[in-house]
Every structure is written in structure tokens, then in C-alpha cells.
């Protein structure tokens, strides 16, 4: 049954929160709401003990959910009763004594108002317990990354296949999640980064109003957001003009650290390790300084999620964990360059999930 | 100088702070961080003081902040210190006593890290003072809102001079949001309604890949995000096929209830008398079960912002708020049929910002 995944995260969740003194947790971050119930709405809580296992939403949803999440017990609250009154309402009726709540996604205000409406129980703060969970993709959701990736790089044949001098940035950027969406993308996975010479040595560079032709080299940062919800992320450089030397001895730099960087991904692996694999590659070609952010992160519901592949994370890789490895090299006033590709850690090493060229000769289109 | 509203902005700020004994305010939601600098990404705090102004902020930010707020005093936290510690350090460094925080959007662990890192303050917690600021729009405030209107407008020309029967409710959704982008929307204010027949019923329906033709009207729910963040909600109902005698009553009284909103739109007006308005033709005609939702809600940086349109909320209507007016009449297996425009509330009255042609003939496409 399709469910079933769904009450093994739970199950889950029940096993940890022995740990922390509650026999029962109120998840208020609606993407953890999302990981555990299939629900893909918002506005919406769960809550997770032994005895009983609530969705509480509202009437917008009703349909949705008994659509998505088949079995689920779920509240529907009237209009005129809010969220945290109706969370306290099911609490109470559970007989929880020991309520957790995800201290780092709910209120100040949502806190202070469970525990003016639920007197009967004591308020237990946790913090990151689903997102832990969430650190290991199952078989379920490896699928559906893969989908992304499939969306986010049909979608960047359709930009190298129709990429033109005359087109902006901007154009480039939307045709390319319009293209997305024509492979079954809900959308983007995030604002599209397309940025042409100098502006490429921005890490976060907004599409301009900029002509292509306006520069030898663009750079590519997207991902498609998959049905489910799960996002890919990948970066690329194509060469729209002249050739030059400096492009491509800083690209195969970056090529060989991210390569590296992949090589050292593994179970057991620290993340500060794979990060410094990566980075000697750059440091050696003395370019260290210009490589200014993490060499990664996880990616799964979130675009940005744990774990960290940066020097302070010391973690160890596990199974099923799903990182982005995307060095970069910075220069200002000339540009940058980064390549990024998303990796899945496997039993007994690696699997990288995309697979767009980024051989520098496959990067050449002019 | 461009920057002037910001500065009267946060000048609204520090005068209601007095009221709630707080000598500065940490501004957490992001969106409230827009609001009072210009600043238009995330993952940045504001602290509001007599004595300091400050964004705290981080690497990726330095260059977009210089452009978008000049002048304004910003602290770029090191990658290895977080912004709740780094905001700390600042309240310190300005010997703010009594500081307020957004607890409407402060987590639980946020706040804890505050009072951990900041010994020298009492907190606060303030609620919904700057969302308060927000209910009146400044002058660049409704320009903004008519560039997202218009933008609106002009992709919803597109989409009714393309619409064919061989379009899926999904295509036209997505090419929608495309049109709005060439007309220079960042994107779509929220995930577009497309909805044809029996699905019309539900109010927040997801396109599917079901043909237009597969109906004989469709809805559509839609809006723009603009470049600098504010946002416009229409609804219109088309007529692709057959017309019905049954489509053309309900789309009369819907529209009849939705022209008594609009006129009842004005200095004074108490929310709920607006929603009651409009309520009464509906219910006058006899479907006044069908109409299911409140009359509609405030818009600006977010799609859903105060002051709502229901039978609840007695608050007096100001001059620049700016209210959805959206009644609909739905019925299950049959469809449903919502109006919905934007109108500014004026010194004696109301100025409908939206104009896309709603009498009955104009929506017939067929």
C-alpha cells in the first residue's frame, strides 16, 4: 500500500520522541506535515502519539486530503476556531500529558496560545526531530528526485536547443521553467539563476534584462520542483562565444574539485572531509579564496535541507542521503564559474543523480 | 528620495513601539523586512530603534542590499555565526533595555536563542505591528499594486485570445504565468486556478490535465507577483461552450452580489457589513448555502494580509487598504462561479484597480 511509507516515518517519529520525555508531537512545519502524511496542502498540522494520529486542517482541503492521505484520521476545523485552538482541542481529547511541538517552526504566539488552551498538558520544545528523520530518503523518495532531475534536464535541453543571442536573461530563465513544466514540473524548485560573464561571480545572481550575446559565457543555476513536492538543483556553464583560455583552465578547476568533491562521497564520509577534497582541488590552482561558500547541501522537500557539506559540518554520510556537490570559482568583475550536480549516498559509495554533459567540450555551443 | 517612505515607515514603527513599552523592535518576517527597507530577499532581521537602524544580513546579500536600500546601516553576519546571535550582538552593541520581537513570527527556538545570547535585554513579545502598518498602502504602494494588476490583465488578454479546446486546465495555468512574466511579473502571485465544469466547485481547485473543451465554461483564479513584491488576485469566469440558462443566472447573481460588495466599499464600512452586502443578494436568491467563504482579504506583499471580508471581522474599513471583493456560488457536480476584483479604499469611497470586462456577454467566448 501506498500508505505504508507513510506510517514508517511516523513509526519513526514515535521512536525518537521517547528520547526527548513526550509521548505525543505536534509537527507545525508543513513540509514535515507533507514527509509524513503525503498531504501536499498547507495551513495544516499533525499530530503524532501512540494512541492517535490526527491531520487538523481546514474546509479548503477536505477533498484534497481524503484524496492524498486515504486512512488518515483528520480534523476539519470550522472557520471560526484557529489552528493552535484546534491542535490544543485534539491534544486534550488524545489525554496527552507530554506534548511536543516543533520548537523550531512554531510561534512565540502559536506556543504561548497551546498553552493557554490546553492546561491539561505539559509542553515538551523539540527541535529538528522530523528533519533528522528526513536526512535519509527512502526508495519513494529517491524516485521522486530523480523525476525532478529527468524534469529540471529535459528542460535544459530544450534552453541549450533554443538559446539565442537576443534573448535576456530573463527570458532564458522563464522559458526554461515554462520548458520544466512541459516535462511535469509543478515549476521551479527555486528562482532560476541565469547570468552571463561578469554576473556569474555572483553565488545568488538575479536574471537581468541583459542580452546573452552580451558575453562569452552563461551560467545556469535550476532545478524543476516534481509533482511530490521533491526539488533538484543543478548548475551549468555553456559557452556562447569566444573561447577563451581563462574560461577553460578555471572550468576544468572547478571540473576536477567537483569530481573530487563526488569521489569522496561515501557512508562514513565526514561532510567537512568531502568539502576539503573538494576545495584542495581549487586551493592547489590557487584560486581558494575565490571558492567563498559550502561545497553543498542535502536537498529533498526543501531545496536547502541537511545535511551540510561545508568545513564546520563534522556529520557522517549515511545511505540515502542526497547532496548537491557545486564548487565554484568567483572572479569579480570577470565572472564565475560553478558546476553542480545532485549525488545519492548509496551502500558503498555513490550515485550521482544527474547527468547533464560538463565535460568542457560538451559545454561549448558556439 | 526614494528611500524616504521607508524611513516614514519605520518612523510608524518606533511611534507604536512606545505604546507596548518596547524601545526597539526585531523584525523577523521577512516580508515586514521588505516593507520597511526595500530590501527584497530573505533570510535577514531588522532592528528598529531610536537609535539604530540596522539589516542583518548575510554574504550573498551585501551587493543586492547596497543597491536596494542605500544609506541604510547593515550588519553582514560571518557565515559561522547565526542571525539570531548576530542580531543579539547588535541589540547589545545599541544598549537597547527593552526589546519587542515579532512573536507572530519568532520560533519558540529563535526567541530562546535571544534571551541565551542577549542577558542584557528584557524581551518583549509584540504582535502584528507591522502587519498593522501594512493595512493602509502608501501611494508606491498602490502604483505597485496596479503594475501587478496590469500585469495580471494583459497575460489574462493572452490566455482568452489563445484559449482552445485542446488545452489542458494545466497548459493554460502555466502559460498564464508565462504571459504575466513577458509583461514583466517575477512570476504568479500564487498557483493559478484553471478549472472547467464541476471542478469550478472547488475554491481552491489545482489544474489537471483536463481538456478545456471538456466543459462549457471555465474558471480562472489568478494574479501577479510584481518586481517589487506586491501582488494582484482576479477572478473570471469564461464561457467556452454551450451557454446555459443555469451559468447565466448564477454568473448574474454572482455578479450582482459582487457590484453590492464593491459599492459598499468605503471610509467606515465595517468589514462585516461589506461581506453582508454582497452576502444578501445571494442569499436573497436562494444560495446562500453555496456561498461558502468570506467575501475576500486584504493584498500587498502577501496574497492574504489584513483586513479580511467576512461576517466576523467588525474592524472599519481606512482609506488605502486594499480589499479582494470575491463572492462565488458553488454547487457540487454542477460548478461553480466567483467574481473577484481589487479595489482600493478611497477618501470617499473605492477605486476598483481592476477592469477586465465581467458582464456576462463579455465573458462569452464562444
Known amino acids: ?16 520522541l521517547k528520547a526527548v520525555g513526550a509521548d505525543a508531537l505536534l509537527v507545525t512545519n508543513f513540509t514535515n506535515v507533507t514527509y509524513l502524511t503525503g498531504f501536499s496542502g498547507d495551513d495544516s498540522f499533525l499530530l503524532v502519539s501512540r494512541t492517535a494520529t490526527v491531520l487538523i486542517s481546514d474546509g479548503r ?29 485534539i491534544a486534550a481529547r488524545a489525554k496527552i500529558a507530554n506534548l511536543g511541538f516543533e520548537s523550531n517552526s512554531t510561534t512565540v504566539d502559536e506556543s504561548e496560545g497551546l498553552r493557554t488552551a490546553l492546561k491539561s498538558a505539559e509542553l515538551v520544545p523539540v527541535s529538528g526531530l522530523v528533519e533528522e528523520l528526513r536526512l535519509c530518503k527512502d526508495a519513494s523518495e529517491v524516485a521522486a528526485l530523480r523525476e525532478a ?43 532560476p539563476i541565469v547570468a552571463v560573464g561578469a554576473h556569474a561571480a555572483l553565488p545568488h545572481a538575479t536574471p537581468r534584462r541583459v542580452l546573452i550575446s552580451d558575453a562569452d559565457f552563461v551560467l545556469v543555476d535550476w532545478g524543476a520542483d516534481g509533482p511530490t513536492g521533491y526539488k533538484s538543483d543543478l548548475t551549468r556553464v555553456l559557452v556562447t562565444g569566444k573561447i577563451s583560455a581563462k574560461l577553460e583552465k578555471i572550468y576544468r578547476v572547478v571540473l576536477n574539485a567537483q569530481l573530487a568533491g563526488i569521489r569522496n562521497v561515501r557512508p562514513g564520509a565526514r561532510c567537512c572531509d568531502v568539502d576539503a577534497a573538494a576545495r584542495k582541488v581549487i586551493e592547489d590552482a590557487g584560486f581558494g579564496k ?57 551502500k558503498d559509495g555513490h550515485d550521482v543523480l544527474t547527468s547533464s554533459p560538463k565535460k568542457f567540450d560538451e559545454i561549448v555551443l558556439s
Chains 1, 2 share one sequence.
Open 1 to 16: 500500500m501506498a500508505t505504508d511509507r507513510f506510517v514508517k516515518r511516523r513509526n519513526g517519529v514515535l521512536r525518537k
Open 61 to 89: 482541503y477536505e477533498t484534497q486530503i481524503a484524496d492524498e492521505c486515504p486512512g488518515l484520521d483528520v480534523h476539519i476545523r470550522p472557520q471560526k476556531i484557529g489552528i493552535v485552538a484546534a491542535a490544543a482541542k
Open 149 to 191: 532531475v529527468t524534469q529540471a534536464e529535459k528542460g535544459f535541453e530544450v534552453l541549450k536547443a533554443t538559446l539565442r543571442g537576443e534573448q535576456t536573461e530573463l527570458q532564458v530563465a522563464h522559458d526554461l521553467e515554462h520548458s520544466m513544466r512541459s516535462f511535469g514540473a509543478t515549476g521551479s524548485s527555486f528562482a
Open 290 to 346: 575565490k571558492f567563498n561558500h559550502g561545497l553543498g547541501h542535502g536537498l529533498g522537500l526543501d531545496i536547502h535541507e541537511g545535511p551540510r557539506l561545508n568545513s564546520m559540518t563534522e556529520m557522517e554520510l549515511k545511505p540515502g542521503m542526497v547532496v548537491t556537490v557545486e564548487p565554484g570559482i568567483y572572479l569579480p568583475g570577470w565572472g564565475g564559474v560553478r558546476i553542480e550536480d545532485d549525488v545519492l549516498v548509496t
